[in-house]
Nanobody
Framework: QVQLVESGGGLVQAGGSLRLSCAASGGTFSRYYMAWFRQAPEKERELVAGISWNKDWTDYADSVKGRFTVSRDNAKSTVYLQLNSLKPEDTAVYYC??????????????WGEGTQVTVSS
């Protein structure tokens, strides 16, 4: 059983930056494809970014390409999401998720509780 705990969310002005972290415990972190999702009020949860276990492969939603960067540190069992040039439409709860295989949908095995990101205009 893998536990995921996100941190780093907050309130930021448009154009600002945040760095989200997701610490994993209870499993072999390097086995998992790690992803960040987000869910805004009254919207479906969507994939924001993902990274393979060996960092060779990353995925990004078109809406965040060039602004967000996903990374991981397997020694620390932590995955990060650097959010730059934030826009009000980036406001959402951001979730960390883990799965043994890469997926583009929400059918991930493990989920964190989420961290709120609010971008003011």
């Amino acid at each position: 059983q893998v536990q995921l705990v996100e941190s780093g969310g907050g309130l930021v002005q448009a154009g600002g930056s945040l760095r989200l972290s997701c610490a994993a415990s209870g499993g072999t972190f390097s086995r998992y494809y790690m992803a960040w999702f987000r869910q805004a009020p009254e919207k479906e949860r969507e994939l924001v970014a993902g990274i393979s276990w060996n960092k060779d492969w990353t995925d990004y939603a078109d809406s965040v390409k060039g602004r967000f960067t996903v990374s991981r540190d397997n020694a620390k069992s932590t995955v990060y999401l650097q959010l730059n040039s934030l826009k009000p439409e980036d406001t959402a709860v951001y979730y960390c998720a883990a799965n043994t295989i890469r997926r583009m949908d929400t059918r991930y095995t493990y989920w964190g509780e989420g961290t709120q990101v609010t971008v003011s205009s």
